[in-house]
């Protein structure tokens, strides 16, 4: 009976969890960009291009940001509720716990930084004059793939160009991410009896992969202290002993390992822990970083980021000092979220990571260059196989 009622209390925080983790996520990918698209037909909220976003409309991010903060609280209560004393004192151990209130605050930045992604095709769109000519013309010498994207700049536009980064960020990132969340509730492998059956213990055990798929939910409702603390747990659950395999039998396979009786990998295959365990959990966990790499932070932050620092310089004389700060803040807090994920991930993730993990920094410093640059070029733009580029010379040499 006992057993029961714990079991039964599990099943109840996780689907609590699982809401607020929905509700948050909904609010951040649906109802932020509905209200960012409303402003362009609202006079008194459309961004422009001397200023950025209207500061009013932060008004509608700070609500979001306490409503962040509610969801945060109840998820991480909710999610320790999930996961054992003692893994709660080896967590506290490796310092995870201490994190929470750091990443609470790089999570505030990410819905910020969110925000002036949103706005930002906006504020392209209220620039007039020669902002997608000039853009164009940065490609004109660029050998290969420039004459194709001049082509493709020229046909779009650079707002419009900016719109569909944008776009692609809400559908990977969040309207997938929400179906995924959607998904696992709908289909979820708990019950009461395959969860009280999974052990002989009190409390039921969750399986790396289930927090695999809460660290993922909680990256798509901008949780990054829920999405730590998944992970590690997801960590943890590699490690579990094998019902069928004999004490002896390892302790005698250790000994003749050392004595060159048999060779390394059958003495691993002899010990007590589960070894498919470990690698279906790790195969798990590089799928899920290398899903957070490319879509969340490559897709997601860096290439906004770097088309925000061309932006930077195509109206270098255009903005104003405030229009300035909002695009550089936007830019740094990208790239600071970008640096803390890679860094996080990028040792869990395997070769696929890594590789991912350097495209980004390839990017990072790009876009660093790019800004750098916009204050030494005489027209401020910079081409990272041209260097500075002069748009009169350009101009010249595309006529006929």
Request: charged share 15%; glycine share 6%.
């Given at each position: 009976m006992k057993e029961a009622q714990t079991v039964t209390g599990v099943m109840g925080s996780m689907d609590n969890l699982q809401s607020h983790l929905r509700r948050h996520?909904?609010?951040?990918?649906?109802?932020?960009?509905?209200f960012v698209i409303s402003q362009a037909f609202i006079p008194s909220l459309h961004p422009s291009c001397e200023h950025g976003f209207r500061n009013i409309s932060l008004v509608a991010v700070l609500l979001l940001c306490l409503h962040q903060i509610y969801s945060e609280v109840q998820s991480w209560h909710l999610?320790?509720?999930?996961?054992?004393?003692?893994?709660?004192?080896?967590?506290?151990?490796?310092?995870?716990?201490?994190?929470r209130k750091w990443l609470v605050l790089i999570g505030l930045l990410q819905t910020i930084d969110l925000y002036t992604d949103l706005t930002f095709p906006l504020v392209a769109q209220d620039c007039v004059g020669q902002l997608t000519d000039h853009w164009k013309e940065t490609w004109a010498k660029v050998s290969v793939m420039g004459p194709i994207l001049q082509a493709i700049v020229g046909w779009l536009k650079f707002w419009v160009f900016a719109a569909i980064c944008v776009g692609f960020n809400v559908l990977i990132t969040g309207i997938s991410g929400m179906i995924s969340i959607c998904a696992f509730e709908n289909h979820s492998?708990?019950?009461?009896?395959?969860?009280?059956?999974?052990?002989?213990?009190?409390?039921?055990?969750?399986?790396?992969?289930?927090?695999?798929?809460?660290?993922?939910?909680s990256e798509t409702a901008m949780m990054p202290s829920v999405t730590l603390l998944c992970e590690e747990m997801a960590d943890q659950r590699r490690y579990g002993f094998h019902q069928g395999k004999d004490a002896r039998a390892a302790m005698q396979a250790r000994y003749d390992s050392v004595f060159g009786k048999i060779n390394k990998e059958t003495a691993i295959d002899k010990e007590l822990a589960d070894k498919e365990?470990?690698?279906?959990?790790?195969?798990?966990?590089?799928?899920?970083?290398?899903?957070?790499?490319?879509?969340?932070?490559?897709?997601?932050?860096?290439?906004?980021?770097?088309?925000?620092?061309?932006?930077?310089?195509l109206t270098f004389h255009h903005e104003t000092h405030q229009g300035r700060i909002k695009l550089v803040f936007s830019m740094v807090v990208s790239a600071i979220q970008a640096t803390l994920r890679c860094h996080s991930a990028v040792t869990r993730g395997g070769t696929a990571a890594a590789l991912v993990t350097f495209l980004i920094f390839i990017f990072i410093a790009w876009t660093g260059i790019k800004v750098f640059m916009a204050f030494h070029c005489a027209d401020h733009l910079w081409n990272l196989t041209t260097g500075c580029v002069r748009l009169a010379e350009s101009l010249s040499e595309s006529k006929p």
């Open positions: 996520a909904f609010l951040t990918w649906v109802l932020l960009p509905a999610l320790k509720k999930l996961i054992a004393s003692p893994e709660l004192s080896v967590l506290s151990q490796f310092g995870i716990l201490r994190k492998q708990f019950d009461l009896q395959t969860v009280s059956v999974s052990v002989e213990q009190e409390f039921p055990r969750i399986s790396g992969e289930d927090f695999f798929t809460w660290a993922g939910a365990q470990n690698d279906f959990v790790m195969s798990v966990g590089r799928r899920h970083y290398v899903r957070v790499l490319f879509a969340r932070v490559f897709l997601g932050n860096v290439l906004s980021m770097w088309l925000q620092a061309s932006f930077f310089a």
